[in-house]
């Protein structure tokens, strides 16, 4: 594969940043994960306005263009005959001389990587057959909403679900659910309403989540952002998961409690269904 760093393209082995990188250091940095589909980014423009924001929100400084941006993207599908799959971007705070917690001089330029992953997107199994979740406690710091790669909370919430036999975890915070651990979390109850945690500092604004309200919206489903309890999902009718790397994963058991019989739900298929179709056609 080939890997952008620091506006070269370079063969993987190749590319190497130095051990004193404010993102090796201090998980100093933000990302962003963009699908690809028969070669086409989805939903790029929501990608780029949430990483202007993370950027905002960190101070850190964003040295590339939004056209520049797209062209790397096109750049690394064409490179790496990419057809389907994601691209993930990674900026940091760049390289100090030492390791000082303060942020260096504003000469000192951010790291910008990224690099393809190949995977299925489209008729991957899991949107079929549907996913197990377990819950676990939110133990994450106070600024979700940023998207940075400060993932250890995430990574030992995943590990213990894996333990567990389950697929992916769902975070519980003052008794309410906030998201997945890479995803945003819906629920559908028995009058068909979808339900999302609104957003806040507690979650990750996801691309796909917005999209989601908006096609809900446009099809006149009736979807609502309010807090919900582990309790209210597991008695839902329905259940997903939303974001880049998933598009929308149907849940169909949670803490190995069946959510509809343990089988996919009706309008989680149609959702998605629906999602696909729109960004294809974009
Ligand atoms: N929430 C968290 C914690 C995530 O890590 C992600 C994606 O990685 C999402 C939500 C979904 O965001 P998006 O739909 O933009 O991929």
Do not use: M
């Amino acid at each position: 594969d080939i890997v952008y760093l620091d506006s070269h393209f370079v063969p993987k082995e190749q590319a190497k940043i130095s051990v004193f990188d404010r993102g090796f250091l201090f998980a100093d940095a933000v990302y962003e994960v963009t699908a690809v589909i028969d070669g086409q980014l989805i939903d790029f423009n929501g990608h780029f306005q949430r990483l202007q924001r993370s950027c905002k929100e960190l101070a850190l400084s964003l040295p590339i263009t939004k056209e520049q941006l797209i062209d790397v993207h096109h750049q690394l599908i064409e490179k790496n005959n990419l057809h389907e799959g994601l691209i993930y971007l990674q900026i940091t705070r760049g390289t100090d001389s030492s390791r000082f917690f303060d942020f260096p001089a504003s000469s000192v330029p951010s790291t910008i990587v990224a690099f393809v992953q190949h995977s299925t997107v489209i008729n991957h199994p899991n949107a079929k057959k549907g996913i197990s979740v377990v819950s676990v406690e939110d133990i994450r710091w106070q600024r979700c909403d940023i998207k940075t790669v400060a993932l250890l909370a995430a990574c030992l919430a995943k590990h213990h679900a894996h333990q567990q036999g389950a697929d992916d975890a769902i975070l519980i915070k003052d008794g309410y659910i906030t998201e997945g651990s890479s995803s945003n979390f819906f629920i559908v109850n028995h009058d068909n309403e979808i339900i999302t945690r609104p957003l806040s500092q507690n979650i990750l604004p996801g691309i796909t989540r917005q999209a989601i309200i908006q096609l809900a919206q446009e099809e006149g489903l009736k979807i609502t952002e309010r807090l919900f309890t582990l309790d209210e999902a597991k008695k839902a009718k329905e259940a997903f998961i939303s974001s880049a790397t998933t598009l929308i994963w149907p849940v169909v058991s949670i803490d190995n409690e069946d959510i509809n019989q343990g089988e996919v739900g009706h309008l989680s298929q149609r959702l998605r269904e629906i999602y696909l179709d729109k960004a294809l056609k974009k």
